[in-house]
């Protein structure tokens, strides 16, 4: 889980990310994923013969022209680990790689975002991350001792990521994203991952394999911020969930709407949402009292 032990409060995802290097270019994505113990890759998922053991990782994404680029860094407990992992890579043609001390760099592709990546990890021109918009919204999301993600993702929504999500999903769910990003004009999309333990990579992928996703005890959270000012966006986002056929219902002093997300093979998870403000937040959770505590951790 992001984070360590002692006393942060519940703006300490941000101060972690705050305190994190990525290369300085314009980033629309950037993925934050820490456990409290090195995580374990299984050897069959990376087509290599030993399995591997990861501090951290970050992936960064960048947007230009309609052309998305994925650059990365895997953080490995020491430098041994690292060069030991580092020479049994295979070499790609479409992927670039570059060990540096404990760590290796990953850019995929040779476009120009591409090339924006490695040039700013070849010349080390990093920075911390320090968009003020992102870090607040991250800030929200429930942290304390005891609840903490394993993975944070900001997104920066464009046309131009709409366009491109266009070539890997149904014209049904474009649609839904586009009409979203047309009335709504969001601004920062932060979705964490969190787990009561830690997660095994081995029996997750097992999970997947099985189709039995909705068994593993993890919760997704995800909140949205609008361009728009509150008074807008609060009872059209309400009005919307109406419509669409959402359960109202109290929970403490927050007003939640329930439904459920089709995850196929016949499966589907309870999602909750809630309207703050300019702000839409979800928790989605087969495990619905987990959900709800977290929905209710959040920073409002």
Not at 66 to 83: H, M, R, T
Not at 110 to 136: G, Q, R, T
């Amino acid at each position: 889980m992001i984070g360590t032990s002692g006393t942060e409060n519940t703006r300490g995802i941000a101060a972690i990310l705050a305190a994190t290097l990525v290369p300085d270019v314009n980033l629309d994505v950037c993925i934050y994923i820490k456990q409290l113990t090195c995580t374990t890759v299984p050897k069959n998922l990376i087509g290599l013969d030993i399995d591997i053991q990861i501090d951290s990782l970050a992936i960064w994404g960048v947007i230009k022209d309609n052309v998305y680029s994925i650059g990365g860094i895997l953080n490995f407990p020491n430098a041994l680990e690292a060069s030991n992992l580092y020479s049994k890579l295979p070499q790609q043609s479409d992927v670039w790689t570059k060990l540096v001390g404990s760590s290796i760099y990953v850019v995929q592709g040779s476009d120009v975002p591409a090339e924006s990546l490695k040039k700013a990890i070849n010349n080390n021109k990093f920075k911390h991350y320090d968009d003020s918009n992102a870090l607040d919204q991250v800030a929200a999301m429930p942290y304390s001792n005891s609840v903490k993600p394993v993975a944070v993702c900001i997104v920066r929504p464009s046309q131009a990521s709409i366009d491109i999500l266009k070539q890997y999903v149904d014209l049904k769910t474009v649609n839904t994203v586009q009409s979203i990003y047309t009335w709504a004009k969001p601004q920062i999309i932060v979705v964490g991952l969190y787990s009561p333990e830690t997660i095994d990579i081995a029996d997750l992928d097992q999970k997947i394999n099985n189709k039995t996703l909705s068994d593993a005890d993890l919760c997704i959270v995800a909140s949205a911020n609008s361009v728009f000012p509150g008074f807008i966006v609060s009872p059209i986002a309400t009005r919307l969930l109406k419509n669409e056929g959402f359960t109202k219902i109290i929970f403490g002093n927050l007003t939640e709407y329930q439904t459920s997300i089709n995850i196929g093979n016949g499966q589907s998870i309870p999602a909750l949402l809630n309207v703050a403000g300019n702000r839409v937040f979800a928790t989605v959770s087969e495990n619905e009292p987990y959900a709800q505590t977290l929905m209710s951790n959040i920073n409002r």
